[in-house]
């Protein structure tokens, strides 16, 4: 349910609304708006209970929420969600966030040079896996703590924000120390026991969406984050799996639009692992950004040839910084913007 606020519903009248919800033994969450204030409680709330709160003073109604999703729906906040990352860099708003580096954080020197280049075209967030969910057990596993140890190196040495994944529950302290930004992989979309434990974190999260899952599973995903407190969550489309196998997912564009609509979270794309080919990277990112994208996670190494993973769809340098001075003028014309280094 939710309760709408009067506009000039006064801090001692909703102070006990708050308080009739938690002696009900339910749990209120307070979303402030522009305009007014409502209250959702989530829940196996009792409709019935809750009506008579229309009685009292300051509540001008009160309503299902009828989507599956609650807290991350439209209908609890209104406005978009606009997440501070920390140094100044936020993601929601006017500006378009763009997050770029290497698949897999390899060596040291090689990760502080890519951090150099993508925050000369840039980039305000360093990407690199420290712990990789490969497809086979036998695959490169990451460098684990030493990988970010590099990250922090290339954070102290550049200013970048960190975005990593976290694959394991157990290594969640570690990863919160390091990371500015917990990266929840398409394998881990619904791995319900880590989206509840990234919920009691204080760190913005990147959720990206599982490969086989609709956007409503999402959704519902982004929902068991929320629930528990955490609610600087971004959404990513990484791609799905269709029959089309000239790409190594499908890129669902419209769902940027859709969870925009849906929802008041910051949607970002990721172009590389969607397309799985560099050469598409450049349009499908370019697409992300039309279509209202807040943002976009991008694969750069300086020799793909040679990346530990995935080096068929990272972008040199030199083209990444040329995608970033196209998407300027793409990001211009639909009124956002893509701030210089
Ligand atoms: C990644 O970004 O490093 C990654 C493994 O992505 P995904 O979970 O989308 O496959
Ligand atoms: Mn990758």
């Known amino acids: 349910m939710i309760i ?13 609304v708050v308080d009739r919800i938690k002696k009900m033994g339910l749990k209120p969450w307070i979303s402030k708006g522009v305009e007014r204030s409502i209250i959702g409680v989530i829940g196996t709330e009792d409709a019935i209970r809750l009506e008579p709160l229309e009685a009292f003073p300051g509540v001008e109604k009160v309503l299902p929420i009828l989507k599956p999703y609650k807290l991350v729906s439209r209908d609890f906040r209104k406005e978009s969600t606009v997440i501070d990352l920390g140094s100044g860099v936020k993601i929601g708003g006017e500006e378009i966030v763009v997050m770029a580096g290497p698949c897999s954080v390899e060596k040291e020197e090689l990760l502080i040079d890519i951090a150099r280049k993508v925050k000369a075209a840039g980039a305000k967030v360093l990407r690199g896996g420290a712990f990789k969910p490969r497809t086979s057990p036998y695959s490169f596993q990451g ?42 992989g398409t394998r881990n979309m619904q791995n319900f026991g880590l989206l509840k434990e990234v919920g009691r974190s ?9 490969m086989s899952n609709t956007i409503k599973e999402f959704l ?25 196998d000239a790409t190594r997912f499908t890129l669902d564009i419209s769902a940027v639009p859709i969870t925009k609509n849906l929802s008041h979270l910051p949607c970002l794309v990721d172009p590389s692992h969607a397309t799985g080919k560099w050469d598409l990277v450049a349009p499908c990112a370019k ?7 807040d943002g976009l996670i991008i694969e750069v190494h300086p020799n793909p040839e ?36």
């Not at 976290?166 to 969640?172: E, G, I, P, Q, W």
């Not at 204080?202 to 599982?210: A, M, N, T």
């Not at 697409?287 to 994208?293: E, I, N």
Request: charge should be neutral; charged fraction near 30%.
């Open 4 to 16: 709408i606020l009067r506009p000039d519903a006064t801090k001692k009248e909703i102070k006990h």
């Open 143 to 184: 460098l684990g703590k030493e990988g970010l140890k590099y990250l922090k190196a290339a954070k102290d040495e550049t200013g970048l924000l960190i975005v990593t994944e976290l694959v394991d529950l157990r290594d969640l302290d570690l990863v919160e120390k390091y990371a500015d930004i917990i990266q929840i």
């Open 202 to 210: 204080k760190k913005p999260v990147l959720l990206k969406r599982g």
């Open 220 to 244: 519902m995903s982004a929902e068991y984050i929320l629930s528990e407190g955490n609610f600087n969550v971004m959404l990513c489309e990484r791609g799905i799996r269709t029959f089309e």
């Open 287 to 293: 697409a992300a950004v039309a279509a209202g994208s």
């Open 306 to 341: 040679e990346a530990i993973s995935d080096g068929a769809q990272s972008l040199y340098p030199e083209r990444f910084a040329e995608l970033m001075r196209d998407l300027r003028k793409v990001a211009e014309a639909v009124g956002r913007g893509i701030p210089q280094a």
